[in-house]
């Protein structure tokens, strides 16, 4: 036995073959998550260029739901898709001369439209109720009559009914105020600066018929944040598998020189 000592040191397992194996393992999934990522990330931007348009909205005339200056995102769609209540983007030489206008739909083609009763908007007969105008307003500022919107085209007005310059101020013109429908390039999704974040849906004009369906923006908002988180976590990963090595290392090494 002759002064020979009988201190061990236990083997430890997973020393090389196990970390190995899990840093190696953890790579790969930081670089599909990477990847991912970035196809995720790169995707929603690309199908936001393809699918909508900015505007920034030069007038007051679609107050308080579109302030002055405010940018907007509007979705591209054919006029034939616009419905009841949409705020759209359309451009008629007969309104304005080589500029865009952002009103809302408030008629279609085959309908008939008045105002007021009881102080509100009348589309076939029904009252429109239109939580959008500026409280305390009036649905029009003046009266006018009936007017039977011609096939393929619409009657716009604008939330700030006081002073906005919409089918009220045309209603002497050949179309009675109205607007083809191969006339609108776009319908607003949402204000985007200042961030109001999406267009309430016009409830009002459920009653006489369906309702436009929202645009893919939340998706796509879901598709960048998405891509966004996996393209940073899986980019942190290296750095921190790295630290944390180091942090074990000292310690392993700490703990081999208290054995004795």
């Known amino acids: 036995m002759g002064g020979e000592s009988t201190t061990r040191t236990a083997p430890r397992s997973g020393g090389t073959g196990t970390a190995a194996s899990g840093g190696r393992l953890g790579q790969r999934l930081s ?11 790169l995707g929603g931007f690309g199908w936001a260029a393809l699918s909508y348009r900015p505007y920034t909205v030069p007038t007051s005339s679609m107050t308080p739901t ?21 705020v759209v983007v359309f451009r008629d030489s007969s309104w304005v001369t080589g500029s865009d206008v952002v009103k809302r739909v408030v008629a279609v083609g085959g309908d008939t439209v008045s105002c007021c009763t009881d102080g509100k908007l009348t589309v076939n007969g029904k009252q429109i109720e239109e ?10 500022n003046q009266n006018f009559a009936t007017v039977t919107v011609p096939k393929g085209r619409l ?22 105020g109205t607007v083809a429908r191969t006339a609108v390039i776009a319908r607003v999704d949402a204000v985007i600066f200042p961030w109001k974040g ?3 849906r016009p409830t009002g ?3 006489l018929g369906t309702l436009s369906q929202p645009g893919p923006l939340a998706t796509i908002e879901l598709l960048i944040v998405v891509g966004a988180v996996l393209v940073l976590g899986g980019g942190a990963y290296g750095p921190i598998a790295k630290r944390a090595g180091r942090s074990r290392a000292r310690a392993a090494r700490a703990e081999a020189a208290g054995v004795r």
């Open 66 to 86: 579109i302030d002055a200056g405010n940018r907007v995102l509007a979705q591209r769609v054919d006029g034939a898709e616009v419905r009841r209540g949409d």
């Open 205 to 207: 004009f459920e009653a």
């Open 131 to 140: 939580p959008y105008l500026p409280k305390g307003t009036l649905a029009e």
């Open 31 to 41: 670089g599909v998550a990477v990847a991912l990522g970035l196809v995720l990330f």
């Open 198 to 200: 999406g267009l309430k």
């Open 155 to 176: 009657f716009l007005l604008g939330d700030e009914r006081q002073g906005s310059l919409d089918s009220t101020a045309h209603l002497t013109d050949a179309a009675k």
